[in-house]
C-alpha cells in the first residue's frame, strides 16, 4: 500500500538535519528531540512536543549548539539529558548535555555541557544508551574502538572503564544496545556486524561479508534483530540462529537507511531511506520460519508491507517511534522536515 503523509507537520527547523529522538524518559506526552546540521550557521536542537489536543507539533525549546549534529540520543531516564556526537575545528567530537530549567521561556540558548567524551583518537560514529531505564554505562564508538564508560550525570563526571580495539574490522560505523542483555551490543563494521561481551570486551563475528547501514533489536523479544542492508534490504535474524536470516524484506529503492522496532507492537517495524520514503512492515518471524527463499516469499513479502509514507522530497535518515504513545511515529528528512504519523490503522491487521 502507497500513500501520501496524513501526518502532523512541525516546520520549525531552520537547516539540514540527520538526527531525532524518542524523548523516552518524558512519561507525560509524546516528546522528540532533533538536531541540525549546518555547515555556516550555528545549529540547533528542538525540543519538539505533541499538544495536548494531538492536533500540533509545538517548539517547547530551542537550543544552541555549536557543531553539527551527526548522532543525538536522549537519555533514557532523565528526559532533560542527551547525547551528541559532532564535527568540530578539530575533528569529531561527542558530549552530554542537560537542558536547563525553562520556566516558561521557549527558547534558552545555553545548553549545559555536563561532561566531553574524550580519549578518542578515531572518528566518533555513535553515542548509545541502554534503553531501559536507568543505567550508569554508556557506550561512544568511534572507527577503531568502542569505549565503555562509568557516568554520573549528576555530578557531571565520565570515566573509561574499558575499551575493546576493532583489531582488522574495517571501520567500525555503529551499533546498538541489547535491551534484553546489559553486557551485550550489537556493532556493525563495514563489512560485518559483530556481537560484544561489554565484560571482557571480546567479540564474535555473527553476520560477514554484510554492509549493514542500520541494527536495531527487537525490544519485547529476545535475540531478534533487524538490519538495515545494501545488498538486500532489510533482515530479521535470530541471533542463536546466524546461519540464514529468518525473513527478507525487500527493503528501499535506494539505500535503506534505518530501521526501528515498535516499543510496543512486537511485529511492527519502520524502515527508512535515500528514496523519501518511511515503509511500515508487519514483521512476522518464528523460529520455524523458512526464510527468503521458501515458495511463496514473494506474496508474504508484499504482504508485510503495510504502508509506505511518501510526502516527503528529501533522503530520510531519522525515524522514532514515540515510547509514550507506541502508535505514533515522527521522522525527519534531510532537509529539516518533521512529520509525526499515526499507525492505528494498521494495528487491527496485527
Request: net charge negative; proline share 5%.
Amino acid at each position: 500500500m502507497q500513500g501520501g503523509s496524513s501526518g502532523i507537520v512541525y516546520g520549525g527547523l531552520k537547516y539540514q538535519a540527520r538526527c531525532i529522538a524518542d524523548v523516552r524518559a518524558d512519561a507525560g506526552s509524546t516528546t522528540f528531540l532533533a538536531g541540525t546540521l549546518s555547515l555556516k550557521e550555528e545549529n540547533e536542537v528542538h525540543l519538539i512536543r505533541l499538544s495536548p489536543a494531538e492536533s500540533e507539533l509545538v517548539c517547547d525549546g530551542l537550543f544552541y549548539h555549536p557543531n553539527e549534529i551527526w548522532d543525538l540520543k536522549s537519555c533514557p531516564f532523565d528526559h532533560r539529558v542527551f547525547s551528541t556526537v559532532y564535527t568540530s575545528g578539530e575533528g569529531y567530537g561527542a558530549a552530554v548535555w542537560k537542558i536547563p530549567e525553562q520556566h516558561g521561556q521557549s527558547n534558552s540558548p545555553q545548553l549545559e555541557q555536563l561532561f566531553e567524551l574524550t580519549g578518542h583518537t578515531g572518528k566518533i560514529r555513535r553515542v548509545l544508551w541502554w534503553p531501559l531505564g536507568k543505567h550508569d554505562k554508556l557506550i561512544s564508538i568511534d572507527d577503531r574502538n568502542i569505549f565503555l564508560w562509568n557516568i554520573d550525570t549528576s555530578n557531571k563526571s565520565a570515566k573509561v572503564i574499558s575499551q575493546g580495539s576493532a583489531d582488522m574490522l574495517p571501520n567500525l560505523r555503529g551499533g546498538a544496545w541489547d535491551p534484553h542483555n546489559h553486557n551485550s551490543i550489537a556493532a556493525i563494521s563495514d563489512s560485518s556486524l559483530n556481537l560484544w561481551d561489554l565484560r571482557s570486551m571480546d567479540k564474535s563475528t555473527a553476520i560477514e561479508h554484510a554492509h549493514i547501514r542500520d541494527v536495531d533489536y527487537n525490544p519485547k523479544k529476545q535475540n531478534i534483530i533487524a538490519t538495515a542492508e545494501d545488498e538486500f534490504g532489510i533482515r530479521l535474524w535470530d541471533l542463536r540462529m546466524l546461519k540464514h536470516p529468518l525473513k527478507d524484506l525487500p527493503g528501499h529503492s535506494h539505500w535503506t537507511w534505518t530501521v526501528r522496532h515498535n516499543p510496543e507492537y512486537d511485529e511492527l517495524l519502520l524502515s527508512a531511506g535515500t528514496d523519501s520514503t518511511v515503509n511500515l512492515w508487519l514483521a512476522q518471524v518464528s523460529s520455524n520460519d523458512s526464510g527468503p527463499d521458501s515458495p511463496g516469499s514473494t506474496k508474504r513479502q508484499e504482504e508485510s508491507l503495510l504502508n509506505s509514507y511518501t510526502d516527503y522530497e528529501d533522503s530520510i535518515y531519522g525515524i522514532a517511534w514515540s515510547s509514550h504513545d507506541p502508535s505514533l511515529f515522527a521522522s525527519l528528512s534531510y532537509d529539516g522536515r518533521v512529520v509525526l504519523e499515526s499507525v492505528k490503522p494498521y494495528l487491527q491487521r496485527k
